[in-house]
């Protein structure tokens, strides 16, 4: 789980340039309420026409909009968590595919950048890679990240669905030298995340953060999080609609209670937050 044999088989035969078709029909279970399919087009686009499949804008009002190509993109995945070939790989792949790769929370490295794709920069509760020395957001280093132009985004972490609620700790003797400087810590010793962003704690502070964040980069700004309460929800959105809908967060990132990390505690991961299953509709809803 959550990927079976079949499917495990058919990802190792694809990346290996083998056949990646299948005789007879689907083995997959299709029948429980709630299983995700995709709806196809009655008359789809024509294979040579994809370019003209028309761009998603995100943060049409910022001084500088995304087009985003592409509704499949690589999820936050730090370097630290995942290793240098790893994150080269998937810029380079995010590249072919014309895709964004989030950077996850450790930091911009060159290897994010190697590949040439788009990215989505992701400050989470340490605000590594844009950290003061007191662990606050560094205006300057934001705008040193803002000014590279591969970065068309900024996603501020609230929560992740292995561990929502969860800070961390990034043990000293995983610190090396190279991972620290990225990150803006010091090398070998013990780094700490909070469990939320210290000067995050209602609605009106996030929308004002987020707000913050797009105004100083002029790029668009969101947020990722995992949903508990949905009526949390709702009050969010009504308080947007205090604030102005020109403050809206442009994005809004959910995670499923059930997703991967590179690190959690099993209780977390098994019982807290919403699958998406569940998540999602309640959010489409809500407009
Ligand atoms: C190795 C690894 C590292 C991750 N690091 C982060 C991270 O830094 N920030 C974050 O928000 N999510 C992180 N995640 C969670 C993913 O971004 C994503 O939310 C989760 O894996 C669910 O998506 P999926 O079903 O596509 O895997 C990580 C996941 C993995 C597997």
Known sequence: ??????????VYRS???????VAFGSTRNLTPAGTVIFANAPFPALDDHHDEIPPITIGPFCRHPYEAHSL??????????????????????AKLANCWMNTGEGGLSKY???????????IGTAKYGVRDAEGGLSEKKLLEIAAHP???????KLAQGAKPGKGGLLPGAKITKRIADIRGIEPGQDSVSPNRHPEISNNKELIEFVDHIRELTGKPAGFKTVVGDADWLESLCEDIMVAGVEKAPDFITIDSGDGGTGAAPMPLMDNVGMTIREALPRVVDMN
Not at 1 to 10: C, K, Q, T, V, Y
Not at 77 to 88: D, H, L, Q
Not at 112 to 122: A, E
Not at 150 to 156: G, P, R, T, Y
């Open 112 to 122: 994010h950048l190697s590949g040439g794709c788009d990215i989505v920069f992701q």
């Open 150 to 156: 591969e970065v068309k985004m900024f996603e501020l």
């Open 1 to 10: 789980m959550p990927f079976n044999r079949a499917e495990r088989e058919w």
């Open 15 to 21: 990346s290996a340039g083998g056949d990646n078709t």
């Open 72 to 93: 499949i993109n690589v999820s936050g995945m730090s370097f630290g968590a995942i290793s240098k070939p790893a994150v080269k790989a998937l810029s380079k792949g």
